[in-house]
């Protein structure tokens, strides 16, 4: 392992120049047999996938041989993101390097994000850590986290453009699905000049936006438009919860999956259909994962904080979107998160 470099917990201002020099000697000091092993965290999403596989990409063009991605869990890759460039990369967890010369984390606030291949980080010689959680916890060798930062992506191409690679259509593809993604297509808070200035020079590579937005978020199967028609119907408006600022929540259970046919990634998009809702500030989806387990996103427009509502119940994310594991009966979970959301109010109602 290498010595950590920056903060354990990171700098509001993002990585330090120390931080920056320590990653790009890391990836120029590679001997030209290295074997370099990219992760992205559980279940990956558009930012973890998008800014994986394009940086994975731009060391392939600085001439690294020997380099695998992978991520946690089942190798399957959901639907929306089999087409992206780079995924001839991935191997199944189990196929990657047991002791690679260097690990590269893209997106994971924390260790346990990155399930049975946490393992690798200690077995590395070295580590680097991307991320843009300020809830990351610093467990690379280099931690490049910028809190400030609107996807990892951002975080990919600033190293990339340290390391002096040339940026080519196929790494702005990753690099756009990552942006897009974790922005709301430009949509969110997060979206500062920074990010247009940076949409723009992926952009202007050739990159087609409105193939790429159809294919990641407005393509989906017809079952899936029926489960999500079963599941929004019964979503439940609550106006008193947090504070008297409202809660909106729907559930969805494998069996409503295995009815209407559908894999579980297709969930993914429902907590959009939800947030709508103008009578609540805080929504969430409660989403089946195990005989008594739930993966719960939750989203705030800003009455309360959701990364300290998933902190308390052993998740993490950010203050407008944030997720955890919940266990044990749904009501169960329901409970834990309207109790949570009385606590980590911001603002008090009008
Ligand atoms: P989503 O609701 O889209 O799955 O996740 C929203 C945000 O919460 C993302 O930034 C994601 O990294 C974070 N998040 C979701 N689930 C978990 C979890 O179980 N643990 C942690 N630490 N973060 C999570
Ligand atoms: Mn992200």
């Known amino acids: 392992m290498t010595e950590a470099v920056g903060?354990?917990?990171p700098a509001a201002g993002g990585p330090t120049d120390a931080a920056w020099a320590a990653a790009v000697a890391a990836v120029r000091g590679l001997a030209d047999d290295a074997r370099v092993l990219l992760i992205?965290?559980?279940?990956?999403?558009?930012?973890?996938l998008g800014s994986m596989l394009g940086f994975g990409l731009g060391l392939r063009r600085l001439g690294v041989r020997h380099l695998q991605a992978t991520f946690p869990g089942p190798a399957d890759l959901p639907e929306p993101f089999r087409w992206l460039p780079g995924v001839e990369l991935l191997v199944p967890q189990d196929d990657a390097y047991p002791a690679p010369d260097l690990v590269i984390c893209f997106d994971a606030a924390s260790e346990s994000r990155l399930g049975d291949l946490a393992d690798r980080l200690g077995?590395?010689?070295?580590?680097?850590?991307?991320?843009?959680?300020?809830?990351?916890?610093?467990?690379g060798g280099v931690n490049l986290v910028d809190p400030h930062a609107a996807a990892?992506?951002?975080?990919?191409?600033g190293l990339l453009d340290r390391l002096g690679v040339p940026l080519?259509?196929?790494t702005a593809t990753g690099l756009y699905v990552a942006l897009t993604t974790?922005?709301?297509?430009?949509?969110?808070?997060?979206?500062?000049?920074?990010?247009?200035?940076?949409?723009?020079?992926?952009?202007?590579?050739?990159?087609?936006?409105?193939?790429?937005s159809r294919r990641v978020f407005d393509t989906r199967p017809f079952g899936a438009v029926r489960l999500f028609g079963e599941v929004l119907?019964?979503?439940?408006?609550?106006?008193?919860?947090?504070?008297?600022?409202?809660?909106?929540?729907?559930?969805?259970?494998?069996?409503?999956?295995?009815?209407?046919?559908?894999?579980?990634?297709v969930l993914e998009a429902l907590i959009d259909s939800v947030r709508c809702t103008a009578e609540a500030d805080v929504s969430c989806v409660v989403k089946q994962s195990g005989d008594a387990e739930w993966a719960v996103s939750l989203r705030s427009k800003g009455a309360v904080d959701v990364s300290r509502v998933a902190v308390a119940l052993g998740g993490g994310g950010h203050r407008f979107a944030a997720g955890f594991t919940g266990r044990g009966p749904l009501d169960?979970?329901?409970?834990?998160?309207?109790?949570?959301?009385?606590?980590?109010?911001?603002?008090?109602?009008?």
């Open 168 to 170: 080519d259509a196929e």
């Open 7 to 9: 903060d354990s917990v």
């Open 233 to 265: 119907g019964r979503a439940t408006l609550e106006p008193a919860a947090a504070a008297g600022h409202g809660l909106v929540w729907t559930y969805a259970t494998r069996d409503d999956l295995a009815r209407h046919d559908q894999p579980a990634y």
């Open 123 to 139: 077995r590395a010689g070295a580590s680097l850590v991307l991320d843009h959680h300020a809830s990351n916890t610093g467990f």
């Open 182 to 212: 974790d922005t709301g297509s430009f949509r969110f808070e997060a979206t500062t000049p920074a990010v247009h200035e940076m949409a723009a020079r992926l952009l202007a590579t050739g990159i087609r936006p409105g193939d790429i």
């Open 152 to 157: 990892t992506s951002v975080v990919a191409l």
């Open 40 to 48: 992205c965290h559980v279940n990956p999403d558009g930012d973890a």
């Open 332 to 350: 169960g979970v329901i409970g834990s998160i309207r109790d949570a959301l009385t606590t980590n109010v911001l603002t008090p109602h009008p």
